[in-house]
């Protein structure tokens, strides 16, 4: 009988467990889990599950459109659960991209004016490069978790005793 | 005496290449020396003689650990082979030490430690995996994947050794990077992933953006490694690298860390045992299932064990000279307090 890959989704939450066996703490791991995070999180908000001094993993919960966010950096993100398509925009104005040495993404009020560089749709398990200077806006077909490769930014949430193990 | 056991600030390298005995033992394989260690292999188990003693492992396990040290260029910090023999990276210069990461080898002053230039052990190593890798034997798969590794010298496995993996400078799939593997490249989908789906992503991108937007099956090129415990780099954000990698029976090595790492896994379920990174002794039973995110702290080892092949992402901070802030006590083991 050929083996099952398991993986996890917002309903059927898989999660380990941390014994301790000498002198640690389970503080230590900053144990989380991806799914637990999106489905306890509103929609859009970019919560941070992995810190590495300035750069993150973050968390966010698709639901429909997202606000439009342009950022100096790339950034790539997997989805993790659903289905979302990503639409591209290279800005008219300059002004709209972050300076340089800007980290993080940063939401954008409206939808910039620029010419249309196109769309990618990612469903379960697919990653997407994020190009520095692009307006992007993630539009969910169904309910989706995804997991974003960045910086930490204005958009990043941290909220570690909620989501760790202790 | 913690910052001096962690740097051996005083260490002085041993020069001169490596040698080669010029017979091979009864059982068809060379011996090999550096400085003043030397390696003998039998049937079943490798001696390591070193000033202070010998040391026996099983060949199986020896090999698979030396396979990661020469792959991942001694990696970061240290690689325990077990609880007493292992290597750990000066960057340009490498540490081989028998006990010392060992509490009780230490307390009885029964360690050894001697330091070696990186290219002169790493060519010590590689020559000792040509000669004592079997043919039909591949230390980077999973025992049920590949042959044995005991017995007597016949002949070689060097195309299986001569494995590179997969380094990403932005992202798979990108034009000019590194991209999807593929039936036809030689990559299929290993037996332990064979529910896993292949359908790509649609990338549809207006004339003149044809080379900036990118997407791939990320799930889908994990489940086509040909390898176990040895990460590619998939994405790359500044010095942000994601290094995912498909697990399966044993983590040859007993990684001691020299900076934070993280680990996430996507598939199925790992358990990591974790001890303190200078003494060894036992901290936590770390067990992480599909979703899970942890923190691997900056002054512990970890083992890892995957009963089933799975998908692992390890998360790694590439920003040059990380390893003396952690020695140094600048950043803390941990990353983040609350």
Redesign the interface.
Known sequence: M???????TMEN????????????E???????????VARDSLEYERVV?????E?T?EVSKAVGNSPWYICA????V?C?EGATQIN?I?PSDGSVIPAEEKNGVVKLDRKPEG???????????????L?AG?AYQFNASEISVL?I???IGDESI?R??DI?EV | MENDIVEFKGLVITEGEHRVSDDVSTHGYHSFEIGQYRFERDEYFVSIHHPKGTHSMDVDHFLRDTMRDVAWGFFYGWLNFDDVFGTCNRYGSVDMYTGTYNGAYREAGSDYIERFDSNELLACLKEMLSDWVNEGFNPFQAPQETGTSVGRKNGNNDEALAFQRETAE???S?PGDAQIRTDEGGTPVN???????Q????????PG?EN?????????YL?RSPVTWNPSI???????A?CPTSEEHALPVIHGNDR???F??????LIWE???KVTG?????????????????ADIRHAGLSP??S?LLV???M?PGLEKRYASGE?P????S?
């Open positions: 050929p083996l099952k890959t398991v993986f996890s939450i898989q999660k380990g467990n941390i014994n301790i066996i000498g002198k640690d389970k503080k230590n791991y900053l144990f989380s889990n991806i799914y637990e599950i992995a810190k590495n001094l750069y993993i950096h790339d950034e790539t997997v993790m591209f290279k010419i249309k560089m196109g769309i990618v749709k990612i469903k379960f398990g697919h990653q997407a490069l190009p692009a997991m490769q960045s910086v941290e570690w005793a760790c | 932005r992202m798979v990108m037996r332990h992933f064979s529910d896993v789906a359908d790509e992503p649609e990338v549809l991108a207006e953006f900036e937007l990118g997407a791939y099956n990320f799930f889908a489940s998939a994405s790359v954000v500044k010095a942000s994601y934070v790492e993280w996430i896994q996507l598939s199925d379920e974790t001890g303190d002794a036992p901290r936590a039973r770390v067990t992480m299932k599909a979703g899970d995110v942890s923190v691997m702290p089933k092949r998908m998360w790694e901070n920003t950043l083991p941990v990353p983040v609350f």
